[in-house]
């Protein structure tokens, strides 16, 4: 038979508060600690217990449902706010959330995709916002609801920045918007009615209260505890049936937890038998049955992270760990753990003795006082002892019998023939009785004819031995798995997979990028987009084939560590891909002959510290790069990453062109000889990040030998700069002469807050020649860019970001360039800047200038003074946002205008002062054809912000005479295109990196 699962889902209700309340602190606490189980109406009654077992375990609602969830809403109030991070986080727990990504428009019918949504959900949850009551669409879906969702407790309501009684008694904006309803004429009195008695229905709802919790965070942890605590029973497996072998463990498990003596059980068996699943139903009966109030689980693995699993346990558990530090992290999941009664912690797949303190879990004692306890599940049988288990359970192999049965369910074959069922059975014998070979191989065989099944039992009998754990069984059943693989790209797909350590959450992503790095998925497809097409196709089918597992994590897969084994082991083989993968073995130096023969090597999550003699595939923090190399490398491409303790290296093939090299708290003085011979010298783009012992880049360059180098980063964490960078050059203390960085392209500093100049000295002839672009980002204390930006001949881009000293661009500095390629000038705040130019202007670097931005200028008043002006006959494209002071667009100096003869687009936002009072209009665009004014109170075509945006959602906009008048346009002016803003602003966007 097919089994399927039974699912609970909630629909969750989100309402909006309109006014902020004021809580005691006293009286949020106490809410805080009972909002999760009653729910409480405006005058503070009780209105429904929400932990009522009875609602939420009734026959009337025990029925098949497609999700735990629908989470019903008004896209523009809650898209991409609250609803978006409750979605995300009951997603994350593994709760199936429904949720309509689109906005209807008034008229349309509720689709009969949501009606089945609605329809298939058990429990019920809708969305409600300030503005709710004015979407007929949403009113409509609300009706809808509780029409399916008759049953007490059923649709749960979030008080989201709205009054109760508001949504209870339609007051206020949902009064204003009934009323149009009303006088609109378009609605029959009997639908209005029913919208109404909806609102009213669903508002004394037990729910959450906004103002009951302190930060949306909390109020988000409290729902998913909420929800989760109410399905956490039907996540279980749904096809789980307790053969005799499983059963007589089962019973066994259930009777130490119910031994007040005992705190600590362990069951006990090998890989692939079945104890993850087991333990899970027995947490589902435990907990459904009230037993224990809370199930979480957590796998430690061969190879732990005590992080993973500390946020694991947390997240279950409703709250999150913000420490940074071990200690801190264990303290709080111990307090948390320890302020509730009747936990069950589940922790799989344990390998040796494991300092539960450390992770956060209190000590058998500590468990006791609490009536919680503890399961682990392991391989090892010593590791029950050495955990101090009071029981030990073993699960063993399935009867032959019960092989049998559960080798036909997944067959899904009746085997009518005798000699049929004599060959199907001989199969399932050698798959000895372990679950997961049983299922594996019952798949891959159910849909075959009778020879194809012959020949899997001949190959069954002649496969070798695998590995001391599964005693060579299991190899020769998860190979034949493999071997029905009939696609070369599935096979090798598969074996991918085997290269990630245990337990391992395998990104679909980056297993995608691996796969074509080896060739793989290109025989059919002409795109990348086909390619991943069919790689998507291919990992659903090793999935359908057991061969690979979901993750609780979207996006990636696992590999049961059963199936794992047998992959290495295909792998290792002679007729195989051979493999190398030593990945989380804690090796410390390089595995002998790692470099030959193998067309894959895995080393993730070692220690190496030491190179090879012959190649570089990996090394760690920069100190323990060899001093000398006997075999001096002569890469032509390279990916150089040096991170910490922490660091990859990929040597890339020759047609990737790739010469770059990251540091991490490296410096080229820390590098020795003949990697600056083999790989600096050759550098083409290099990252600095905290990087603390650097003087300055010119010392960087001359002892690097940087003279090929294009692009270069210098950054550091914000408000946490390691890099004391004062001066980024200073040659008045260099030894050597010459040019310098004279190939250097691109040049970008961020988040350098110690950073006072750009230069000191002058630089010799030639250097930063080639410099095109230059980024600042965040240097707070930096207050010149001039005396560098004009000695660049070649400089097209100019990018100023937050530089809150600064208060102008250009400065006289007694040198007049000569020559300026300068295109783009992009000045963004918040910042100090009070005008683009202080003293005469350096009229060059303005002539070649098409675009120019102004954004969070605070203290400008004009843009430019009229001799700079004068100078912008190129301009064509100009944008100024959110300047508050700004009066004019030219310095006062006369009441002529100036021409910008080639201005085609113009933006002007949040300017509120701009040609107010007696100033009248200073410029004249005769060529101006896109025109933007929102939120310029002193200009008469001016439109708001309010009204922008729905011009933006219907893509509206409209020629202006007035408008081409104003600026003196020859033609008539397309006057606020929504596509002009949002192209040119998010150009500056991803230049600049200002958000509006």
Known sequence: MEFFEISVAIIVVIVTWSCKAIIKWIWTLVKRWFSYMVGWSEDNQILVDMDASASLSSSSTDRRCKHHVFLSFRGPDARKGIAFEVYNRLQGRGIKTFKDDRDLEVGDAISSTLIAAIEESRFAIVVLSRDYASSTWCLEELAKICECMKDQNRILPLFYNVEPSDVRFQKKSFKEAFDKHVTSGRHRSEKVKQWRDALNKVAGFSGWNMQDYNSERELVDAIVYFVYSKIESTLSTGDFEAFEATKKAMDEVMEGLQDDEVTATAVYGMGGVGKTTMVKEVGAQFRKSGVFHRVIMGVVSKNPDSKNLQDTLAEQLGFKLWQETEIGRAAWLHEEIMRREKLLIILDDVWERTDLSKIGIPSYKELQKCKSKVILTTRISNVCHTMECQRKITLNILSEQDSWKLFMSKARQSFESTEFKDIARKVAGECKGLPVALIAVARALGDKDLAEWEKAAQRLQKSQRANPDDKG?????????????????????????????????????????????????????????????????????????????????????????????????????????????????????????????????????????????????????????????????????????????????????????????????????????????????????????????????????????????????????????????????????????????????????????????????????????????????????????????????????????CLYNLEYVFVSEGFEPKESKMREIYLSGPCSVKSICSGPAPRVMFESLKLLTFYRCELLQSLFASDVAKCLDQLEDLFVEQCPLLERVIEAANNKKTVFPKMKNLVLKNLPLLYGASATVDIECPSLELLTVVDCAQISFSTTSSLFHSFESRNQFSFSTSASNYFGSTTPVQLNDPQLYQFVHDRCRSISGFQS
């Open 473 to 801: 069984d299991v190899f020769e059943c998860i190979k034949l798995s493999y071997d029905h693989l009939k696609d070369e790209d599935h096979k090798s797909c598969f074996l991918l997979c085997c290269l990630y350590p245990e337990d391992h959450d395998i990104r679909l992503g980056n297993l995608f990028k691996y796969a074509i790095g080896t060739g793989l998925f290109r025989r059919d497809a002409v795109t990348i987009e086909e390619a991943r097409g069919i790689a998507d196709s291919a990992v659903k089918y090793l999935k359908a084939s057991s061969l690979l597992l979901d993750s609780e994590k979207n996006g990636c897969v696992k590999m049961h560590d059963v199936i794992r084994d047998t992959a290495l082991n295909i792998a290792k083989s002679k007729d195989g891909h051979e493999f190398l993968v030593k990945a989380g073995y804690g090796l410390k130096h390089w595995p002998c002959g790692s470099h030959q023969g193998y067309s894959a090597i895995s080393l993730m999550r070692n220690e190496i510290h030491k190179l090879p003699e012959e190649e570089l595939v990996g090394i760690s923090d920069a100190k323990y790069i060899p001093k000398t190399v006997e075999a001096k490398p002569d890469w032509d491409y390279f990916h150089i990453s040096i991170i910490g303790r922490h660091a990859s290296i990929k040597h890339t093939g020759r047609n990737h062109n790739s010469r770059s090299l990251f540091l991490n708290g490296a410096t080229m003085s820390t590098l020795p000889d003949w990697f600056i011979n083999a790989v600096t010298k050759k550098t083409e783009k290099l990252e600095y990040m905290s990087c603390k012992g650097m003087s300055d880049i010119l010392m960087e360059h001359d002892h690097g030998r940087l003279h090929k180098l294009k692009h270069l980063k210098v950054w550091d964490y914000f408000l946490d700069s390691s890099v004391c960078l004062k001066e980024l050059m200073n040659t008045t203390r260099r030894v050597q002469k010459g040019p310098v960085f004279e190939k250097l392209e691109e040049l970008h500093l961020i988040h350098l807050i110690h950073l006072e100049e750009l230069c000191v000295g002058e630089l010799p002839p030639g250097s930063l020649s080639n410099l095109k672009e230059l980024h600042i980002f965040f240097c707070n204390i930096l207050k010149n860019v001039s005396k560098l930006v004009q000695r660049l001949p070649n400089l097209e881009k100019l990018d100023l970001n």
